[in-house]
């Protein structure tokens, strides 16, 4: 059996309002395994983009994490716990956009009909490396392809 890419386990993501406490994300367990592509589906309102968020610690307040694990397994060491990471921190950030991505399924952040997801996903990967890596290595056109992306769908290289 091969070791998870991402190990989401019992997450727990509330919201603190003046009219009470919501519960978003209730308990929710998923595991990504290499090469393998989930998706997220179900009712509108029922906790898949605060559970992508959560992933990716960038749940607007009043909303936090209030338990779970969400276990990734970088490529080189040890799984790290997302939950336990600041969301500003210099670990968290090298993770985000570049080994975990987020594409919301907004119509004004959409992919265009008119332009391949394979490019689109390239050009998005091209101007996240000059930003956040100006030095490190640019991703290869077939690196890209390889990976597969698609709205409300977590993937694994």
């Known amino acids: 059996m091969t070791t998870p890419v991402l190990e989401v386990k019992d997450l727990r993501v509330h919201f603190f309002l003046d009219e009470g406490l919501v519960r978003a994300v209730d308990g929710v367990s998923f595991d990504v395994q290499p090469g393998q592509v989930?998706?997220?589906v179900g009712e509108s309102g029922c906790g898949k983009s605060v559970t992508m968020k959560a992933i990716l610690q960038i749940v607007e307040p009043p909303g936090r994490i209030v338990g779970g694990q969400i276990l990734f397994q970088k490529s080189s060491g040890a799984p790290v716990d997302l939950a336990r990471l600041s969301p500003?921190?210099?670990?968290?950030?090298?993770?985000?956009?570049?080994?975990?991505?987020?594409?919301?399924?907004?119509?004004?952040?959409?992919?265009?009909?008119?332009?391949?997801?394979?490019?689109?996903?390239?050009?998005?990967?091209?101007?996240?490396?000059?930003?956040?890596?100006?030095?490190g290595p640019r991703l290869s056109r077939t690196e890209a392809r390889s990976m597969t992306v698609g709205a409300g769908c977590a993937s694994a290289p």
Do not use: D, N, T, Y
Not at 102 to 118: D, K, Y
């Open 38 to 40: 989930v998706g997220i």
């Open 88 to 135: 500003k921190s210099a670990e968290l950030r090298a993770i985000r956009g570049a080994e975990i991505a987020l594409i919301p399924q907004e119509p004004m952040a959409a992919f265009s009909p008119v332009h391949s997801v394979g490019e689109q996903v390239i050009e998005a990967l091209r101007l996240h490396e000059r930003q956040w890596r100006p030095s």
